[in-house]
């Protein structure tokens, strides 16, 4: 082989060794953004299912304490007798 094609045997050979090097990295990388997504995701829901039980609670304690109570406008409280 001339010295000319061994140089571009050896340049095509590396480009094609660096793009297949630079696809492997790409794509580990847009699999590990996918994944903190799906983390985010997950974290988001158990947020809102937790602000949810806490809204739900918050909700039976105030009926709770409305049977107890009874509020005024004056901002006058008065106590119901049981």
């Known amino acids: 082989m001339s010295r000319v ?3 571009t045997l050896a ?3 590396l480009f094609a060794i660096g ?4 696809v ?3 794509q580990q990388a847009e ?3 996918m994944h903190q ?3 985010r995701d997950v974290e988001q829901q158990r947020l809102k299912k937790e602000r949810q039980l806490d809204f739900e609670m918050q909700k039976a304690l105030e ?3 409305k049977k107890i109570q009874s ?5 006058t409280v008065l106590n119901k007798q049981r």
């Open 5 to 7: 094609a061994k140089l």
């Open 63 to 65: 009926e709770e304490y």
């Open 19 to 22: 793009t297949i090097v630079f």
């Open 31 to 33: 699999k590990a953004a």
């Open 24 to 26: 492997h990295h790409a």
């Open 71 to 75: 509020v005024h406008d004056g901002g």
């Open 11 to 13: 340049g095509t050979s």
């Open 37 to 39: 997504g799906v983390v």
